[in-house]
Every structure is written in C-alpha cells, then in structure tokens.
C-alpha cells in the first residue's frame, strides 16, 4: 500500500531556537483519515506546513505520496488540498466568488468552472447560500466553504488544520458529514490537526499524538485505548453470596474488585471478555442485574504515552485562534 503521508526523523527548529518538532516519524497509508492529535503548541501546525511545502524542515524527510516536500515540492502543491487553521475565504465576496478565484489560482480552465463549482457546492450542500456574502454565514458554513475550495482540484491528499475549531457539535458534525461524502466518491486521504479529542474519536480511522514536537503513539482509537490496558465491566449481582474464584480463574480476567454489591471485572479487551464473564456468573448462579463497560479515554492514553494530562489550552487558546480567524476575515 502507498503511503500517503510520510515523515523521517523530522526536525523544525524555528529562528529563536524553539524546537518545534523534534523528530517525528510517522506514516499514513493512502486513504485514511488520520488526525493528529495535540494540545496547543504541540507541533501540529508545523508538521502540517512542512507537508503543505509552506515551510522546509530544519532536518529529517517528509513525503506525500512518496514525493520529497523539498525536491518535489511542485509536484507536492498540485495533489494537495489544505485548510489552513486561520480563515482563508473573504468575507466581503459570495461563496461563489470566492469558489471562482480559488478556480483561477487553481488553473482550472474557464470552460470547466462553472460545472465544477457547481458539483462542489451541491455536494457541500451549499448551493442556497452561494449567492450570499460570506460575511453572512455561520461558522460551519464558512468551514464548508473552505474545505469546498479546497477540494476543487480533487486532491489525493486533504490537509486540514483544526477543521472545526470554534464550532459547535452540530456545525461539527455536519462539517464531517459532508467531508466523508467526498471521502467516498474521491478516495482522498484527509489528514486532520486537532486538539479535540472527541473528534479524533469520532472521525479518524486512525489517530496519532503529538506532544513537545515528538509523535508518541500512533492506533485506532481502540488500539490506542485498549494498549492503556484495565478496561472494567462493573457488574451489578443479585442472589447467591458471590465468590470471585471461577471469575479469577478465567484466561482472560486480570482482577476482580469486590464493593458491596458491585462486582469490578478488569480485563483487557471488555466486549470480548463479556460473555464469558457473564457464562461464569450463571454457572455459580449469580444473576447479574447491571452490565456495564468503562473504557479507557484518549486523555488517559495522553497520559499514558505523553506523561502529563492533555491540557489542550482551554479558553485561552481557542479565544486566541477565533481572534486570530476574526482580524485576518
Ligand atoms: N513562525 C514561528 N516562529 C517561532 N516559533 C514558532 C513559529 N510557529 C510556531 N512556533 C512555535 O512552535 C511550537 C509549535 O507550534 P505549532 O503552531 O506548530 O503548534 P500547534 O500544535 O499547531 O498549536 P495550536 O494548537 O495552538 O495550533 C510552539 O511553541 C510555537 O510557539
Ligand atoms: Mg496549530
């Protein structure tokens, strides 16, 4: 399989000695969607401007579908989309006009425009509100609107630098709804920066953590979870005195917690651990009343591999970015 996305001991000091990114390695195959997940200033804009050929790096190799950023970063730019993480679209202008000045600097030929915007806009269910200034739009829609351009040269690979920041859970589900129509028909890799956990959580097939410049871990959400280890079924238990024993001696049982009338099962795999539990209960006629699982978090797999809570800025930061959006719009 060809990887999409590629990085080698990737190191980006900046002027004033900030070591923004401090070896990476990571791979991402060709189309996944992938987020890279970290707090504020944990390197992800950065690994995303090398990617994008905005910035070169300081040592170490970045690919994109197996082109060099430095040597090939031509050939790079055209299979690319980005969105960057500050607003990219002008508020004084129409959805639709902006569509046709990205198709200008984009190259696409007079002829064609008008039918591919057109298919863009119908696909990110924006056809109403093209006509409109961008300065009347909500935030989703002036996201929408820039993953649109982005996506007018049908890129092999979507860059998106915090897609949803400052948006609401709806806003952000419908940014991914229609994201995931273009994953669809176009096959494109999107490789996304976050510092949500949920979204991450939600959308990436993959997802890799970012902290202090350095790639921790990389997984499924459920790999990354289940490698924390000790997910729990808490059971609670009705009739017989309960004795622990049968349940101990199960392959795939790691401890079991007594509390009144709770059983803790900790296991490493919950959902295939369950029924057996369960069928172990039954036999010593315990008759289970509650099931239920606790799983692992992504803030405990943070915790895990970075070594300190994800603290991913809070107010403070995501006040500073929606500023920084507000002056360039
Ligand atoms: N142009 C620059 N010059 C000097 N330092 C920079 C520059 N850009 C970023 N940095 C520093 O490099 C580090 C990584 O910044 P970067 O913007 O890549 O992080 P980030 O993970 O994208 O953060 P955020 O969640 O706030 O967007 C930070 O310490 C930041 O202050
Ligand atoms: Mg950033």
Sequence with gaps: MELAVEAKQLVKVYGQGVRALDGVDLSVEQGKTFALLGPNG????????IFTTQIRPTSGEARVC?????R??????KIIGYVPQEMSVWTD???YENLLIYAKIYGIPRGTRARLLDEVLSKLGMKGAAKALVRTYSGGMIRRLEIASALLIRPKVLFLDEPTIGLDPSARKAVWMELGKFKEGDGVTIFFNTHYMDEADLYAEEIGIINEGKV??????AELKR???GEII???????PFVPERLRSLESVEDVILAEEEVRVVVKDAEAALPRVLEGLRQDGVS??????TKPTLDDVFLKYAGTRFEAGGRVGEVRQMRRMIRRG
Excluded: E, P, W
């Excluded at 808490?234 to 017989?240: D, E, Y």
């Design 42 to 49: 944990a390197g992800k804009t950065t690994l995303m401007r």
């Design 227 to 229: 490698s924390v280890g």
């Design 72 to 77: 090939d970063g031509a050939k790079v730019r």
């Design 66 to 70: 197996g082109l060099d950023v430095v």
């Design 234 to 240: 808490t059971l609670s238990i009705a009739g017989n």
């Design 288 to 293: 289970v009343v509650r099931a239920a699982i």
């Design 216 to 221: 921790v871990t990389v997984g499924t959400a």
């Design 93 to 95: 202008l129409s959805g």
